[in-house]
């Protein structure tokens, strides 16, 4: 099991550090992944090396929100995934659908972006997800399916990456798919990425979208849920904590 949690625009240098001690003192001795679960955090890129400082050698690994898709050059603003890894990060979200609404970001551009984390020697986070409008229309699968399609890069390993199912309309807004719905498109996740992986293999999927303490270990209970990307919840040291336990 996975469980990553994403800041988004969220956090200062008091904050994070104290979430952080509140997640360390909280987790068992051992290691998390002794358990079945990796646990991992996602702050804004001015705190990444930070974070992973005040983690050190601990329980939890460290990602990025996003990052470009060159290593270097005349982009200001972007970060390279070689600097994220650079500042201890070993994951990076790519993708994401706030990324993707609020920077207009293609399913071109998540690919090369996928294609530079792994160039990079990071994990990617590749989100898809379809709006309120598209389930409401029939086309959820649609949507999804041709995200992947055009989102995941060429000739991958099922170890080389991780794919995350955020419905849009379930991010932030307190709603969250049923456990049916939730299944369901898992199922039509897990076959397509099938069909696009090198050795026919799929990679672990998250599932995303108003995950609590309280609904947690009913979606990781759904088959081909291999763990959550959470958002609010891990801002706060004890829901993330009872999210983790969850999954264990």
């Known amino acids: 099991m996975l469980v990553i949690g994403n800041w988004k625009m969220n956090g200062s ?29 996602c702050p804004p890129a001015p705190y990444i090396g930070a974070v992973a400082g005040w983690i050190g050698d601990g329980q939890i690994a460290v990602g990025g929100q996003t990052c470009h898709g060159q290593e270097s050059g005349a982009h200001t603003g972007d970060v390279a995934p070689e600097m994220l890894a650079d500042c201890g990060a070993t ?13 207009g970001e293609t399913d071109r551009q998540v690919q090369d972006q996928a294609k530079a984390a792994i160039r990079a020697g990071l ?8 709006t309120k409008q598209q389930r409401e229309a ?30 849009v309309w379930a991010i932030g807004t307190g709603l969250t798919a049923s456990t049916d719905d939730i299944a ?3 199922q039509v996740i897990a076959q397509v990425m099938a069909t696009l992986t090198a050795d026919g293999s799929v990679p ?7 995950v609590k303490p309280g609904n947690a270990a009913e979606i990781f209970a759904v088959e081909h849920v291999n763990g959550g990307l959470i958002g609010g919840a891990s801002l706060k040291a004890e829901d993330f904590l009872g999210i983790i336990r969850a999954a264990m």
């Open 91 to 103: 994951y990076v979200i790519v993708g994401h659908s706030e990324r993707r609404h609020d920077h």
């Open 204 to 210: 672990s999927l998250l599932y995303g979208g108003s």
């Open 138 to 167: 029939g086309e959820a699968d649609a949507v999804v399916t041709q995200q992947l399609q055009a989102s995941v890069p060429d000739g991958v390993t099922a170890s080389q990456i991780i794919i995350a199912y955020e419905p």
């Open 123 to 130: 994990t990617p986070i590749i989100c898809v997800g379809e």
């Open 184 to 186: 369901a498109m898992h």
């Open 13 to 41: 240098t008091s904050m994070g550090k104290s979430l952080v001690q509140g997640l360390v003192d909280g987790l068992p001795a051992t290691d998390p992944t002794t358990d079945g679960v990796t646990v991992v955090v």
